[in-house]
């Protein structure tokens, strides 16, 4: 059974730097506001949650998304399961909660992602042997060969130099995404959508950036005709973004006076080594068996971890890049990693606000060890 399947609500917490304004918040603590938020935004009580699904990528498992639920009031007898799937986590959680809808085995899921690398855990492995001291490491292996496991960084640089996308175009992608977001904040075109937390209403990594201020900083990667800057890199971050995921019959007793309808989720696999261009695969997937042409996306929200990654994924796919995170993207806020793919979700539900009846969006984002997930949205 296939069953049609609608967001009525979309919200997040601002994307804050690491060390920011959030540090000292556990992410039960971040995400129960927003919650909260969505759920009156939706005129959902709790109790009418049927389940709850949260993705999460640094928290150091334990299963965040019991806590978060319990914290957000949501009833004892609903059941919580944190996703990891890296960056692909949140959006992974939405594409989750569609098929208990479409399936029928829910009528409300409330599903997204939060991160906290300020309270992310310190790794160690433990010793082999007894006395000897734990071994520290940065992040776990992505893939088992570890000649096609890059650092991030490393896999943007390398695709950068593939596709030969100079450091300048990099920068250049870079300050439009900052123009953007200054552009939207003025607009207040992001105002609706943020949940204020801690006194924070605003992403507080957007700015006006200059090309000469990107290329004084540091090249994190890569050579210096095509390398990987700081400034073309998304930021490390904190935030939470959910949306509630409903069914039909529920949409018809509730009658929000906006909903989207989820058309098609695709999950899919490519090179570890470059995992920045999974994204192509995963969506051309998504337009085939949907029967959508790329020519019919209205407004999409494509990841900018990198300004290479972001750049190599809207011309793989020929999208027009005046559609592409029209409000901003990731380089101009943050990546908070499991929550990252609810934040993209979050921004094409308030872009679809200003299309038309029956517009395409199309949210994309790539994960470590060459994932990605793409999901289409319509408005209704």
Same mark, same amino acid.
Request: proline content about 6%; aromatic content about 4%; hydrophobic content about 45%.
């Given at each position: 059974?296939?069953?049609?399947?609608?967001?009525?609500?979309?919200?997040?917490?601002?994307?804050?730097?690491?060390?920011?304004?959030?540090?000292?918040?556990?992410?039960?603590?971040?995400?129960?506001?927003?919650?909260?938020?969505?759920?009156?935004?939706?005129?959902?009580?709790?109790?009418?949650?049927?389940?709850?699904?949260?993705?999460?990528?640094?928290?150091?498992?334990?299963?965040?998304?019991?806590?978060?639920?319990?914290?957000?009031?949501?009833?004892?007898?609903?059941?919580?399961?944190?996703?990891?799937?890296?960056?692909?986590?949140?959006?992974?959680?939405?594409?989750?909660?569609?098929?208990?809808?479409?399936?029928?085995?829910?009528?409300?899921?409330?599903?997204?992602?939060?991160?906290?690398?300020?309270?992310?855990?310190?790794?160690?492995?433990?010793?082999?042997?007894?006395?000897?001291?734990?071994?520290?490491?940065?992040?776990?292996?992505?893939?088992?060969?570890?000649?096609?496991?890059?650092?991030?960084?490393?896999?943007?640089?390398?695709?950068?130099?593939?596709?030969?996308?100079?450091?300048?175009?990099?920068?250049?992608?870079?300050?439009?995404?900052?123009?953007?977001?200054?552009?939207?904040?003025?607009?207040?075109?992001?105002?609706?959508?943020?949940?204020?937390?801690?006194?924070?209403?605003?992403?507080?990594?957007?700015?006006?950036?200059?090309?000469?201020?990107?290329?004084?900083?540091?090249?994190?990667?890569?050579?210096?005709?095509? +390398?990987? &800057? @700081?400034?073309?890199?998304?930021?490390? $971050?904190?935030? /939470?973004?959910?949306?509630?995921?409903?069914? !039909?019959? =529920?949409?018809?007793?509730?009658?929000?006076?906006?909903?989207?309808?989820?058309?098609?989720?695709?999950?899919?696999?490519?090179?570890?080594?470059?995992?920045?261009?999974?994204?192509?695969?995963?969506?051309?997937?998504?337009?085939?068996?949907?029967?959508?042409?790329?020519?019919?996306?209205?407004?999409?929200?494509?990841?900018?971890?990198?300004?290479?990654?972001?750049?190599?994924?809207?011309?793989?796919?020929?999208?027009?890049?005046?559609?592409?995170?029209?409000?901003? +993207?990731? &380089? @101009?806020?943050?990546?908070?990693?499991? $929550?990252?793919? /609810?934040?993209?979700?979050?921004?094409?539900? !308030?872009? =679809?606000?200003?299309?038309?009846?029956?517009?395409?969006?199309?949210?994309?984002?790539?994960?470590?060890?060459?994932?990605?997930?793409?999901?289409?949205?319509?408005?209704?």
């Amino acid at each position: 059974m296939t069953r049609p399947v609608f967001v009525i609500a979309a919200k997040r917490s601002a994307v804050v730097p690491r060390g920011g304004a959030f540090k000292a918040m556990e992410v039960d603590e971040m995400a129960a506001p927003v919650i909260a938020d969505c759920l009156d935004a939706a005129g959902v009580t709790p109790g009418m949650v049927d389940d709850v699904i949260i993705g999460n990528g640094l928290y150091g498992s334990g299963n965040p998304a019991r806590r978060i639920a319990l914290l957000a009031g949501i009833p004892e007898g609903v059941s919580a399961t944190t996703l990891d799937r890296q960056c692909c986590s949140g959006l992974d959680a939405i594409g989750s909660a569609a098929r208990l809808i479409a399936t029928g085995e829910a009528e409300c899921v409330l599903a997204g992602g939060v991160e906290s690398f300020s309270r992310s855990p310190i790794r160690l492995k433990r010793p082999l042997e007894p006395g000897n001291e734990p071994e520290p490491y940065d992040r776990p292996p992505f893939s088992p060969w570890p000649e096609r496991d890059p650092d991030m960084g490393d896999a943007a640089a390398n695709l950068a130099k593939a596709w030969r996308l100079s450091t300048d175009r990099q920068i250049e992608w870079t300050c439009d995404s900052h123009r953007k977001a200054l552009e939207a904040r003025s607009a207040g075109d992001l105002a609706a959508e943020i949940v204020p937390i801690n006194e924070t209403s605003e992403d507080a990594y957007t700015r006006k950036l200059s090309p000469a201020v990107c290329r004084r900083s540091k090249r994190l990667a890569g050579d210096e005709e095509a +390398g990987v &800057l @700081a400034a073309t890199t998304a930021a490390e $971050a904190d935030a /939470a973004a959910f949306v509630l995921v409903i069914s !039909e019959k =529920l949409a018809g007793k509730l009658a929000p006076d906006f909903a989207v309808r989820i058309t098609g989720v695709m999950t899919s696999g490519g090179d570890p080594g470059l995992p920045g261009l999974a994204p192509i695969d995963a969506t051309k997937r998504l337009f085939e068996r949907s029967g959508v042409s790329v020519v019919d996306i209205a407004v999409a929200e494509v990841m900018e971890a990198y300004a290479a990654q972001a750049i190599a994924c809207v011309e793989g796919l020929g999208l027009d890049p005046a559609i592409v995170n029209q409000g901003g +993207g990731a &380089l @101009a806020r943050g990546h908070p990693i499991g $929550a990252s793919g /609810a934040v993209l979700a979050v921004r094409l539900f !308030e872009e =679809l606000r200003r299309e038309g009846e029956g517009a395409k969006g199309l949210v994309t984002i790539a994960a470590a060890g060459g994932l990605a997930t793409s999901v289409l949205i319509e408005r209704v």
